[in-house]
């Protein structure tokens, strides 16, 4: 088990971030549709917690393929998806990712928002107060991400915004900038299988972190797409991208099945 803390700080306020990072989910999901890649949405529907409250439920199948290294797609199916559970009671969401061919692979995230530059160092006490973990700050603004996903109209050293005035943010950004606020993020990953464990469970994590870079990015370089938007906005937005993303993945890897049956015949 290799556990990390992932704290990214955003220009926005907490309850802005809550229609933004639906958005950006959405959105995010729809383009990489395109790419091969895709997010199929199984459920998403509101649901009750006895502890939480109010809150939504979302089970995605995401499709990995291309994103595994040449040692990992050689001993993988073909068609590969990972199971994705979420439960968002924001500002506290909790999301699993487990995946049927490796029973002994999960990953674990639990994240809570407040509106800080990522100061309290004691956010997580409850879920993890004993427990050793590497804190590692995430820089929208500064940090590297590969240059297959750079664009510049999603770097906010670049990205100015029309509606709210914020953007063009420089190093040091965070100790200055008003709105702030922080994503925490608690990630758990295991693989418990010998010999393989520690390698996996780095190369998932450098993958998370990543994801945490590029999806953040995005949310603040899209800011004037949503600012406007109220939840029933942005909710019907989602619905709206959630089906056009499912025909997409839903042709793409039914197309798949059929290849891998012919090619089953034809060998017979």
Same mark, same amino acid.
């Given at each position: 088990m290799l556990l990390k803390e992932y704290r990214i700080c955003m220009p926005l306020t907490v309850d802005e971030y809550k229609i933004g990072q639906l958005y950006m989910i959405s959105k995010h999901s729809h383009e990489q +549709?395109?790419? /091969?890649?895709? @997010?199929?949405?199984?459920?998403? *529907? =509101?649901?009750?917690?006895?502890?939480? /409250?109010? /809150?939504?439920?979302? %089970?995605k199948r995401v499709y990995l393929n291309s994103k595994l290294p040449s040692w990992a797609r050689a001993v993988v199916p073909?068609?590969?998806?990972?199971?994705?559970?979420?439960?968002?009671?924001?500002?506290?969401?909790?999301? &699993?990712?487990?995946?049927?061919?490796? =029973?002994?692979?999960?990953?674990?995230?639990?994240?809570?928002?407040? $509106?800080? #530059?990522?100061?309290?160092?004691?956010?997580?006490?409850? %879920?993890?107060?004993?427990? &050793?973990? *590497? @804190?590692?700050?995430? $820089?929208?603004?500064? $940090?590297?991400? =590969? &240059?297959?996903?750079?664009? %510049? +109209?999603?770097?906010? #050293?670049?990205?100015k915004s029309e509606k709210t005035g914020r953007g063009q943010l420089r190093e040091g950004w965070r100790d200055s900038h008003q709105p702030i606020m922080c994503s925490y993020k608690l990630v758990t990953v295991k693989f418990e299988v010998w010999g393989l464990q520690t390698r996996v469970e780095q190369f998932v994590h450098k993958v998370v972190r990543d994801i945490l870079l590029i999806g953040h990015r995005q949310a603040f370089a899209w800011v004037d797409e949503w600012y406007d938007m109220t939840m029933d906005d942005v909710r019907e937005y989602e619905k709206n991208m959630h089906e056009q993303t499912n025909i997409k993945v839903c042709n793409q890897h039914s197309s798949t099945v059929d290849d891998i049956e012919s090619h089953a015949q034809t060998s017979t």
């Open positions: +549709s395109d790419r /091969g890649e895709g @997010v199929e949405v199984v459920q998403n *529907e =509101p649901f009750e917690d006895p502890h939480h /409250g109010n /809150g939504q439920f979302t %089970e073909k068609i590969f998806y990972v199971t994705e559970k979420a439960w968002n009671y924001y500002p506290y969401t909790i999301t &699993e990712y487990t995946c049927s061919f490796l =029973p002994k692979f999960s990953i674990h995230i639990e994240t809570k928002y407040e $509106d800080n #530059k990522g100061s309290n160092n004691h956010i997580f006490d409850n %879920e993890a107060k004993d427990l &050793e973990r *590497e @804190v590692c700050f995430i $820089d929208i603004a500064c $940090d590297e991400i =590969p &240059e297959r996903y750079y664009k %510049e +109209s999603e770097d906010p #050293k670049h990205f």
